[in-house]
């Protein structure tokens, strides 16, 4: 039971070429995989199609083979794919549904649409709230929030659907370091006590380094680097590939590259410090 | 080059939240500051007085001795430019070229001259090949620099950029980081917005951390990121930057930045 | 923590049993006439209306404006339906010249102005029609005035209307203070990289005008993405949604509105074919 993609291509309808150019990647249940790359690499579109959302929603055509739990995503309907895997793009405002009155409406709507019983729609409303911190806002109005806790309520609404992955597009860049602490924790919780499995893009390796057990590299549509989240991220080549590294490799780095070797700067201490 | 100083402002908004509580800085000309704290902190709300989008409720702002009184905003962007948060609530062309073309027509350029202008900025920013793609054809990060480029085509003495460098990758980051640095070596008054400590531990000579609308910390990255300091930034969930702790747990001082760091510890050898 | 006015009150769902929705949710309209089902006002305002203009004569539009004033006070919103009053009065004014001084065939003349005669059956006509349109734009506006637009969707969606169709009508009318607050952004914008929109009306108007184009550029984008972001959320599921909000209905409210559509009709087909007895 996993999500995965072999040998997966896709390009949007009307395009003149691929933005995904032959991936292979494999999300299991409770697992977190982080995706670094130069803007316009890919990684969104990476997570449209993990997620079944390219091609059954937006338009294109999709090569190789992409499965959620087994099924090809191409197989499935809309509603199916939401109720197996949330999925979190970069804008947040633009995934407010726009008519609903209070937040609490908001992450209801979800729940609501795929005919839970209430209590149930109560409950994970109220459990959304909580693990995002965002109580003091549930009686505010969507519309006029503030980026950062629009982006906070946009990821409780998926969560309040208890999907069984997670794909996460930028999902901490309205918010200051407390926020995205928050958002951290609560992904690593997910991960560890509801096997949740967790695809997440970031441009804060810092965070990625933290959170995620692996890190894809991608690069014009492909998958240049995977592995393990300290051997990607402290990659020296991720530089030229348009990933800044995570505070730990850069201090490594520039110790190593200045002579001071044994002046007590060592891994230990970064991994101590930087978490 | 002008320098800013802002005295005693207070702000409540309309719907009564108290963002600015009396708040005193003064910017020498051509200096580089860095604005750090909370989201809800009023760091928005505080640059917002410097072009006039905001009026204090009491107090008073002035740009190079002048009070910015009841001056037109339009007035006052010849002085202060500012690159709002948002891209999407600044941009209103239908190509990237006519969005930085509008304020320096505004200003009175055009012909080859203007041209010259917007050429000039977007290709700092990068954009020079897509000078003709409507906005919304950019992704987020790019429409980011786009807005940038549309003030800097302006040529202020003062520039803000609120959260420059959110969304951008590796390449966008270096971008804004040598952007700041050719406007202060044009002696311009730099004032940024950021969340990234590192981008503002190495990029501005100063920094101010704001904290339920007022100052509570005020110097150079290594006054700010001391351990001395360290408590009150853990009161506004703010961390010091991972070459800071490094540095005070061995010892050699405060070390905001990486290469602070290297060469704290080259002398310590 | 949740919000210090957060009282929950239970409601049933024959589906599950009692669920704790917050009352800041629920939103139960409470108030003469609001705590009417937003059905039966909705019936009101149709009725009305069809009278208003399906009924030849004074008997229709005066009984029409009498209903609506007096459920207007009884509703506390007078103050306001005079500010509706005050915005027919242009279509009004027009109404009542063109019809007073032109009506075709009329030679009962009151008074003459220049070439221009106003005659008997004209101002009789005129003032007819002025009493219909007020009657109408009255009706709607005590509607609106009383009913939240998410309580009437809510209630047309729990008896059946599809998710889809009350989705677009509530986010067509949530466009409207949206781009109210664009253009707000946006002019803000402007003014600060150097466009003097303060001041005189002349500049004031010059900010509006570069607005069309961006408008809608923004807007198409987002509703690209907030299409996809509909479906990530199931939008599109075929189960029934369930119910979180009910407007409360009772039996009296069904008879009314069955009694006030049915005598509407009745009203409007007595007087199409010349039957109805009243002036």
């Not at chain 1, 990821?155 to 309205?174: C, F, G, K, N, V």
């Not at chain 2, 969005?99 to 200003?107: I, K």
């Not at chain 3, 149709?46 to 229709?60: K, N, P, Y």
Request: with cysteine; aromatic share 4%.
């Amino acid at each position: 039971m996993t999500i995965r993609l072999a040998g997966a291509t896709y390009r949007y309808a009307g395009a003149r070429s691929n933005a995904l150019d032959g991936v292979d990647l494999e999300l299991a249940p409770g697992s977190v995989i982080g995706v670094v790359g130069a803007n316009e690499a890919g990684k969104s579109t990476l997570c449209l199609v993990a997620s079944g959302l390219a091609p059954v929603v937006v338009a294109g055509s999709l090569g190789g083979s992409v499965t959620i739990d087994g099924r090809k995503t191409i197989t499935m309907r809309p509603h199916e794919l939401a109720q197996r895997c949330g999925i979190l793009l970069q804008n947040p405002e633009a995934q407010l549904s726009g008519t609903a009155v209070t937040v609490f409406e908001e992450l209801a709507f979800g729940p609501r649409n795929l005919g839970l019983p209430l209590g149930s729609v109560v409950e994970r409303v109220e459990a959304s709230l909580e693990t995002l911190a965002i109580a003091h806002l549930a009686a505010r109005d969507p519309a006029r929030l503030s980026g950062g806790q629009a982006q906070l309520v946009a990821l409780a609404a998926i969560l309040a659907l208890r999907p069984a992955y997670l794909i996460l597009d930028e999902p901490t860049s309205q918010l200051d370091p407390q926020g995205t602490r928050l958002v951290g924790d609560a992904l690593r919780r997910l991960a560890a006590e509801n096997r949740t499995g967790i695809l997440v893009v970031e441009h804060k390796t810092n965070l990625l380094d933290r959170l995620t057990d692996s890190v894809v590299l991608i690069d014009e549509g492909r998958v240049v680097r995977e592995g393990p989240a300290a051997e990607v991220l402290g990659d020296p080549a991720l530089a030229a590939l348009g990933v800044e590294p995570p505070p730990r490799a850069r201090i490594r780095a520039a110790i190593a590259a200045a002579g001071l070797d044994g002046t007590g700067v060592t891994d230990a201490l970064l991994l101590e410090l930087a978490s | 080059m002008i320098g800013i100083a802002i005295d005693g402002v207070a702000y409540t908004y309309p719907t009564g939240v108290r963002a600015l509580d009396g708040v005193d800085l003064a910017v020498r000309p051509g200096e580089t500051l860095a604005i750090i704290g909370q989201n809800g902190s009023g760091k928005s709300t505080l640059v917002r007085q410097l072009n006039g989008l905001l009026r204090p409720g009491q107090g008073r702002v002035l740009l190079d001795g002048a009070e910015v009184g009841r001056r037109h905003v339009a007035e006052l962007a010849r002085l202060v430019g500012l690159a709002f948060q948002d891209p999407d609530r600044q941009i209103f062309s239908g190509s990237a070229r006519a969005e930085v073309a509008f304020g320096p027509r505004n200003l009175g350029l055009h012909g080859a001259e203007l041209d010259r202008r917007v050429a000039e900025a977007l290709e700092v920013v990068g954009l020079a090949g897509s000078a003709d793609v409507n906005p919304y054809d950019l992704g987020y990060s790019r429409r980011k620099l786009l807005a940038i480029a549309s003030v800097l085509a302006m040529r202020t003495p003062v520039v803000v950029l609120d959260e420059p460098t959110t969304g951008q990758d590796q390449r966008g980051f270096g971008r804004v980081r040598a952007i700041v640095a050719t406007l202060a070596a044009e002696g311009r008054t730099v004032i940024a917005i950021s969340h990234d400590m590192r981008f503002v531990a190495e990029t501005f000579g100063r920094v101010v951390v704001m904290r339920a609308g007022r100052i509570v910390l005020d110097g150079t990255p290594a006054d700010v990121f001391a351990e001395q300091s360290w408590g009150v930034l853990a009161s506004t969930y703010l961390e010091p930057t991972l070459a800071a702790r490094v540095g005070a747990r061995l010892g050699v001082g405060s070390t905001p930045t990486e290469a602070s760091l290297v060469a704290a510890l080259t002398a310590r050898m | 923590m949740p919000p210090d006015d957060a009282s929950v009150s239970s409601i049933t769902d024959p589906g599950s049993g009692t669920a704790h929705v917050p009352a800041y949710v629920l939103r139960v309209p409470t108030g003469p006439y609001r705590s009417l089902n937003p059905l039966t006002r909705f019936v009101i305002a149709i009725a009305s209306a069809a009278v208003a203009f399906g009924v030849r004569g004074w008997t229709g539009p005066l009984a029409v404006l009498a209903l609506t004033a007096a459920l207007a006070l009884y509703a506390g919103v007078a103050r306001s339906l005079r500010r509706f009053v005050l915005a027919t009065i242009p279509i009004v004014v027009s109404i009542l010249f063109i019809n007073a001084f032109l009506y075709p065939g009329a030679t009962d003349v009151l008074a003459r102005i220049g070439p221009f005669a106003a005659t008997g059956t004209g101002v009789t006509v005129a003032l007819q029609a002025t009493l219909r349109v007020v009657a109408f734009a009255l009706s709607v506006a005590l509607f609106s005035l009383t009913t939240a637009t998410d309580d009437f969707l809510a209630d047309l969606e729990n008896r059946g209307a599809g998710r889809r169709l009350t989705f677009i009508i509530g986010s067509a009318i949530g466009t409207v203070p949206a781009m109210a607050t664009r253009v707000t952004e946006i002019v803000e914008a402007q003014r600060a990289r150097g466009l003097d929109t303060e001041g005189s009306v002349r500049r004031r108007i010059r900010g509006i005008v570069p607005l069309a184009g961006p408008m809608v550029f923004g807007a198409l984008s987002e509703v690209e993405e907030r299409t996809v972001a509909l479906e990530a959320r199931g939008f599109s599921a075929p189960a029934r949604r369930t119910v979180m909000r009910v407007l409360p209905d009772d039996g009296a409210q069904r008879a009314l509105r069955w009694l006030l559509g049915l005598g509407s009709l009745v009203a409007v087909a007595a007087s199409i074919t010349g039957r109805f007895p009243l002036p």
